[in-house]
C-alpha cells in the first residue's frame, strides 16, 4: 500500500472505538440468547418434547440464526456509526478495511454461538449432532453483511443526499439548553443547539478512558515538537484520568479539561484523529466539548 493511501485509511483509533461499541452491544445480546434458550428450554420440556435429536436442534437453531442475524446488523450499524464519526473516507482501501473488521467480529460470534450451539446439545447427550438451518446461514448472513457494508458505501460515493457537504454557516444566535438524567425528549427548535447529559455508569469511565489513552498515545509522538503546551494538554488527560476513578466523576470538570485540550490540539493535524474519538465519545456520554 502506498503511504498516501495508508493515510487516508480510518485510523487506529477509529479500531478502538469499533471494539468500543461491539464489546457492548454483542454482551446484550449474548445475555438475551441465554434468556430465550433459557424459555426454549422450558416451553420444550412443558410440551412433552425430548430435549435431543433432529427436531430438537432444529426448533433451537432458530434461535440461533436470529441472534446471528441481529449480531450482522448490530455490526453494520456499528461500522456506519464509525465510519460517520470519522468524517466518512472513501478511498478504496476504507471499503476492505471496514469490510474486514465487520468480518473479523461476525467470524469470531459465529464460533462463538457455534460452541454454545454444541455444548447446548451435546449437554442432553445429543453426541452426533445433524446439520442444522444455523450452520446454512452462517456463510449467507456473511455474505449478506459483506454487500450490506460496501454497497453503503457505494451510496455516499455516487448518491449526493446520502453524503451531504456540511453546513459551515453559523447562526447569529444560538441558545444551549442541559438536560440532566435519564431518557430526556427535547423539541429542538431552530438557532437552538440541546445537549442531553446521560446517567454516568462504569461502562461510560471504561470509554472514555480507552479515549483519553488514544489520545495520550497520540500527544506522546508530537510532545517534543509541540513544547510546553502540549505537555500542559498531558497533564490535562492526566487530571481527566483521575477524574475519571470516582464511583461518580464531575461531568463538568472533564468537559471543560477535554475542551481545554482541544483548543492545544486543533491545529496539529497528526492528533486530530484520536481528539476526533474523544469527542465522538464524549457526544454518547452526553458531555459537550
Known amino acids: 500500500?502506498?503511504?498516501?493511501?495508508?493515510?487516508?485509511?480510518?485510523?487506529?483509533?477509529?479500531?478502538?472505538?469499533?471494539?468500543?461499541?461491539?464489546?457492548?452491544?454483542?454482551?446484550?445480546?449474548?445475555?438475551?440468547?441465554?434468556?430465550?434458550?433459557?424459555?426454549?428450554?422450558?416451553?420444550?420440556?412443558?410440551?412433552?418434547?425430548?430435549?435431543?435429536?433432529?427436531?430438537?436442534?432444529?426448533?433451537?437453531?432458530?434461535?440461533?440464526?436470529?441472534?446471528?442475524?441481529?449480531?450482522?446488523?448490530?455490526?453494520?450499524?456499528?461500522?456506519?456509526?464509525?465510519?460517520?464519526?470519522?468524517?466518512?473516507?472513501?478511498?478504496?482501501?476504507?471499503?476492505?478495511?471496514?469490510?474486514?473488521?465487520?468480518?473479523?467480529?461476525?467470524?469470531?460470534?459465529?464460533?462463538?454461538?457455534?460452541?454454545?450451539?454444541?455444548?447446548?446439545?451435546?449437554?442432553?447427550?445429543?453426541?452426533?449432532?445433524?446439520?442444522s438451518q444455523f450452520d446454512l446461514r452462517k456463510a449467507a448472513t456473511q455474505t449478506w453483511l459483506d454487500n450490506s457494508i460496501r454497497h453503503d458505501l457505494w451510496e455516499l460515493r455516487n448518491v449526493p443526499s446520502k453524503n451531504p457537504k456540511p453546513n459551515i454557516e453559523m447562526n447569529s444566535m444560538q441558545m444551549t439548553y442541559n438536560f440532566h438524567g435519564n431518557n430526556a425528549t427535547v423539541v429542538n427548535a431552530t438557532n437552538s443547539t440541546v445537549n442531553i447529559q446521560q446517567q454516568w455508569t462504569a461502562d461510560s469511565s471504561n470509554e472514555m478512558k480507552l479515549a483519553v489513552k488514544a489520545l495520550k498515545d497520540a500527544l506522546k509522538n508530537s510532545i517534543e515538537e509541540g513544547g510546553s503546551d502540549l505537555a500542559d494538554a498531558s497533564s490535562r488527560l492526566d487530571d481527566v484520568d483521575q477524574e475519571l476513578t470516582h464511583q461518580v466523576p464531575n461531568q463538568s470538570r472533564i468537559a471543560s479539561l477535554l475542551s481545554a485540550v482541544g483548543g492545544t490540539v486543533s491545529t496539529i493535524a497528526s492528533i486530530q484523529p484520536a481528539y476526533e474519538y474523544v469527542k465522538e465519545v464524549a457526544k454518547q456520554l452526553g458531555l459537550n466539548i
Not at 471494539?19 to 428450554?41: M, P, T
Not at 441481529?70 to 461500522?79: L, Q, S, Y
Not at 468480518?103 to 446439545?121: E, I, M, W
Request: charged share 30%.
Open 1 to 131: 500500500m502506498k503511504p498516501d493511501e495508508q493515510h487516508q485509511l480510518l485510523p487506529e483509533e477509529a479500531k478502538r472505538y469499533f471494539d468500543v461499541l461491539l464489546e457492548r452491544a454483542l454482551s446484550q445480546s449474548s445475555v438475551k440468547l441465554q434468556k430465550e434458550q433459557e424459555e426454549f428450554q422450558r416451553n420444550e420440556t412443558s410440551n412433552g418434547r425430548e430435549l435431543f435429536g433432529e427436531g430438537h436442534a432444529a426448533r433451537l437453531s432458530k434461535i440461533y440464526i436470529e441472534n446471528l442475524s441481529d449480531r450482522a446488523k448490530i455490526i453494520v450499524d456499528t461500522t456506519k456509526k464509525v465510519h460517520a464519526g470519522f468524517h466518512n473516507p472513501l478511498h478504496d482501501g476504507v471499503d476492505e478495511q471496514l469490510v474486514k473488521w465487520a468480518l473479523d467480529v461476525l467470524t469470531n460470534s459465529c464460533r462463538s454461538l457455534q460452541s454454545a450451539f454444541n455444548s447446548h446439545l451435546q449437554h442432553f447427550g445429543d453426541q452426533n449432532r445433524p446439520i
